[in-house]
């Protein structure tokens, strides 16, 4: 296809591909965005969800009330299954139908990443991980419900594994999962029950490295393991686990009995690499070009957790910034190659600098030179994070929010809901007979 | 069971349990309050959830957080199976076990009530139900994705279905989910579909009695009827549905096809008549005397939506306001009789008023011989349901959310959220060897 409207499609409405969309909202290409949840996510406040501070609804917005006001981006909910990069199309799984194609004339993918047991899929089972808002909530229905379970429990030899969270994987993920469970359990829970006491709960972080937020610098690591402790969280550096089973872990030779074991190690780049059959570095991540796009197809650019790029000598790291820069060069790129404008200079990221919060009032920032730990850190980190919430009535009700747990220590959301199976007008549900490939356009 | 501190067992934490529980608070009775949620569910505003205006974390608190300061009160997650009347106790099936029996001096059943197909349990699969959260997400998610739907399907003749959304039954929650859901497509998602037009949207709203909201004046539900009209809600009143299936429904002999019908008709009682073996009326609640005790058993009382009392000569309703001042008086009781004061007068309902909401800013509201339909009726319907919202944080994050939905369209909590089915340490994951009765006390 190619006519006077050339079509961007975008997989992915993360960071990325929201960042491209709206690079892309004023052109006169027609843009699809096509993603399997009908929400974008801020990621970085997930564990506030998963620890009851927030509301799914505080931290996910439809990326079609984003993209609104934008009249030539039509989004599409589905599951892209495979790239043709030969005919231009992807094939879309959507709600009641599968392969539906779509066809492009330039395709980004911005796909994301999944978690990695490294080898280990059989730990997903006991060991779940944190990438959705379905992963967050199971997470807070299952640290909650062990605190119910213990109290229901009279007899308190049996409250220690109950009562005992491991986190496998001390990046910045497991360190601010952690910090706000030891919080959760000394401010918000302390009080509420009688038989007994949250604040014996054990929380325990793991981690093969030698230090907690290896990324950042020695020093500001040495900070946050600190205030870890003093958060009461036990920190094991220098092995992983050996082995994770319905009542507990091994590391390093020692038997951890605890019924809640949460993955926060390992990222796995999502399938894009295999749609295109393309170059990966060893992580799985699809090389791209200095312009973001795929060895000999400059018509696909592929960025953020999907993308492998180095930058003087370093990968860049797979964060929110460099996904949502990258995704605003690949707008802008298409943008000036429909026009006819001469190519921009190489995609170069800008390190705005990095953070993470330890509990209530601390975090370490990273910034250049600049670095940072403590209450100033965490004003920032706090200043920051509202301003990204991409929705301005998020931003009210999640301030409203953090001022109130501050204060009181109270969580927002602390509800365990056994929701129902996904009703029948889910793909999974529609009888084979109801679903036939359906082209597009 | 009886010695110095008598125990106090309440069955459910709606309305009328916590209300009991709140007013036994200062005695020196063991109170236990069992639930099969850990929280507490503002019913009212359950709607809200189901049509994305609010979180679920909104209408939802932690009923071990409500309590947490009532230092003889406590709260047990787990569903109650059997009454043992002669034994005086129950059998609670608790997260990972079976048949823990909790023994009580004396009982309040305050179990409330669930859907009533009206003998057709078949149209359940077709039509959910609204009772708790699980509900409330399940119907957001499946409005949400028929919208998805439709906009994925080029066809315009394929969007008839998809666009038609059936609710049935006319009583307040039918009503004000009509009117929610005609606000949704006209305001909050007119502008962001490229392919199909939200406000075509058909919204049909059945009921076989002659009138909307038939417990309130003749005047009023007319009121209703006419600004359900307004918002371009089909009414169709004098006949229910004959039969419902996945394409829809039948009606007085017509074929509605939709793919989104929802069940807002039919009350059934919860089983606290059959753990009883107590007479009931024709609906299934228990008869109780007039100090809310069940026939026989001065120890145990019954309230809220499970108990049936008349009172000048009509059957009380199965709103909120009744079972709290039932709550408060059944613990009051039970106070006094601990503290061998003497029995007070039999219960008697102070009716304040009915009110529900038609939409933005008109709602209709009795109170005696007042009537009222509007904006002010919808101010008043505001004013006390924030009032009412059990925690203060609930209050200002649903206040903010209202104030923004009024002025800009603007949901705050439209995701469609694919959860994970129940994690292993549920109850009903458990195996069942794991399981054992265990004797409480």
Not at 286 to 296: F, I, K, M, S, W
Request: net charge positive; with cysteine.
């Amino acid at each position: 296809m190619s006519d006077a409207t050339p079509r961007v499609v975008i997989v992915g409405g993360g960071f990325g591909g929201l960042a491209a969309a709206k690079a892309l909202g004023k052109t006169n290409a027609q843009v699809i965005l096509i993603d399997r949840q009908n929400h974008h996510l801020f990621q970085p406040l997930l564990y506030q969800v998963a620890t009851s501070v927030l509301s799914p609804g505080q931290i996910g917005s439809p990326i079609r009330g984003i993209l609104r006001k934008q009249r030539n981006t039509t989004v599409l909910l589905g599951e892209v299954t495979r790239v043709d990069s030969d005919r231009r199309c992807v094939f879309v799984n959507s709600l009641d139908r599968e392969g539906v194609v779509v066809e492009y004339d330039y395709l980004i993918l911005a796909t994301g990443a999944s978690h990695s047991y490294f080898g280990h899929d059989e730990f997903e089972r006991f060991a779940p991980g944190l990438k959705n808002l379905a992963d967050a909530v199971a997470i807070r229905n299952r640290v909650l419900k062990a605190f119910e379970q213990a109290e229901a429990e009279e007899d308190p030899r049996r409250h220690g594994d109950l009562l005992t969270f491991v986190l496998v994987g001390a990046g910045p993920t497991g360190v601010e999962m952690a910090s706000a469970m030891a919080d959760l359990v000394s401010r918000a829970l302390r009080a509420e029950f009688r038989r007994i006491d949250p604040t014996s709960a054990r929380i325990v972080l793991v981690d093969m490295g030698n230090r907690v937020l290896a990324t950042f610098s020695e020093k500001l690591s040495a900070a946050a393991k600190h205030r870890l402790e003093e958060l009461g969280v036990e920190v094991r550096l220098g092995h992983g686990v050996d082995h994770i089973d319905a009542d507990g872990v091994m590391v390093a030779g020692e038997r951890i009995a605890s019924k809640t074991v949460i993955w926060t190690a390992g990222v796995a780049p999502s399938p894009a690499a295999k749609w295109l059959k393309a170059a990966t570095d060893r992580a799985g991540r699809v090389r791209v070009e200095p312009d973001l796009t795929a060895p000999g197809h400059p018509e696909i650019f592929v960025i953020g957790d999907t993308a492998s790029l180095a930058q003087d000598g370093r990968p860049l790291p797979g964060v929110a910034q460099v996904a949502m820069q990258q995704g605003r060069y690949a707008g802008t790129l298409i943008h000036r190659r429909i026009g006819g404008q001469p190519k921009p200079r190489p995609f170069r990221y800008f390190d705005k600098g990095n953070m993470a919060v330890v509990g209530k009032g601390f975090a370490v920032l990273e910034s250049g030179r600049l670095g940072l730990s403590g209450f100033l850190a965490w004003m920032a980190w706090a200043a920051v994070h509202l301003e990204f919430l991409a929705q301005s009535s998020l931003r009210v009700s999640v301030f409203v929010q953090w001022v109130w747990t501050y204060l009181t220590g109270q969580r927002g959301s602390r509800l365990i809901v056994n929701h129902h199976a996904s009703v029948s007008n889910d793909v999974r549900a529609a009888s084979p007979s109801e679903r036939q490939p359906i082209e597009t356009r």
